[in-house]
């Protein structure tokens, strides 16, 4: 059975720092792994896919790599604002199309 | 830009009364799903949906829990009789393809008292 993880669950941190959020997942027979950002109370924003042949993708001032054979993804983020301030969630998809999602980390952007 | 709808933003319902939540997913996908998310836990696969059936669901989809695409843009998601154990935030997803992106809805809060 497909397990994500994200740790830590919470990160603080100053605005401008660039940062890294982990995401592991223990079957490595996805098809692709999506990064999602959710506000308190709200959906969940797509804010990358990386399939499973890819080894990075770009958007803006986010980056995520994924490294399928060691069963991890990272997600970088740029000279980081108050308003990235959110709950950042990694699922992968397996066979059968559906999402597994880690349990997320949320991010505090201080000014 | 097209998005997932999903009606009603909450509904509050007496345990074991039936619950209907709706959505629309963007108008050419063909694949739909729901999730959900307990507080303070993880979001949940319930069920995907392709070519007017069913393709896999989990194990909380139980026969409680029916989904349903009654005309050519709604996909809804009926709980026949609620438990207080399903309060929680109900999904909607929908992709073109199986293994593509898939854009959410803003969720329904369902609380079941």
């Known amino acids: 059975k497909q397990e994500v993880t994200q740790i830590p669950a919470a990160l603080s941190v100053p605005e401008g720092e660039n940062l890294v959020l982990n995401c592991s997942f223990t079957d490595s027979a996805i098809y692709n792994l999506q990064w999602f950002r959710q506000d308190p109370g709200k959906g969940l924003t797509s804010l990358l896919l990386?399939?499973?042949?890819?080894r990075e993708q770009t958007s803006g001032r986010l980056n995520a790599s994924l490294d399928k054979s060691s069963g991890r993804s990272t997600l970088y983020i740029a000279a980081s604002q108050p308003g990235d301030s959110a709950t950042y969630l990694c699922?992968?998809?397996?066979?059968?199309?559906?999402?597994?999602f880690g349990k997320g980390i949320t991010l505090s952007v201080r000014p | 830009e097209p998005e997932v709808t999903q009606t009603p933003s909450h509904q509050v319902t007496q345990m074991g009364q039936e619950v209907i939540l709706r959505c629309v997913p963007i108008?050419?996908?063909?694949?739909f799903y729901w999730y959900r998310q307990i507080l303070g836990q993880k979001v949940e696969f319930l069920v995907s949906?392709?070519?007017?059936?069913?393709?896999?669901k989990s194990e909380i989809f139980d026969d409680q829990f029916s989904v349903e695409r009654p005309d050519g843009s709604n996909f809804t998601l009926k709980i026949r009789s609620t438990k207080l154990e399903d309060s929680a935030m109900y999904f909607c997803?929908?992709?073109?393809?199986?293994?593509?992106?898939?854009?959410f809805g803003p969720g329904t809060r369902l609380l079941v008292l």
């Open positions: 990386i399939q499973s042949s890819q």
């Open positions: 949906f392709y070519n007017n059936e069913i393709s896999e």
């Open positions: 699922a992968v998809t397996g066979a059968n199309s559906k999402l597994t």
């Open positions: 997803a929908s992709t073109g393809q199986g293994r593509e992106t898939q854009y």
């Open positions: 108008s050419n996908h063909l694949y």
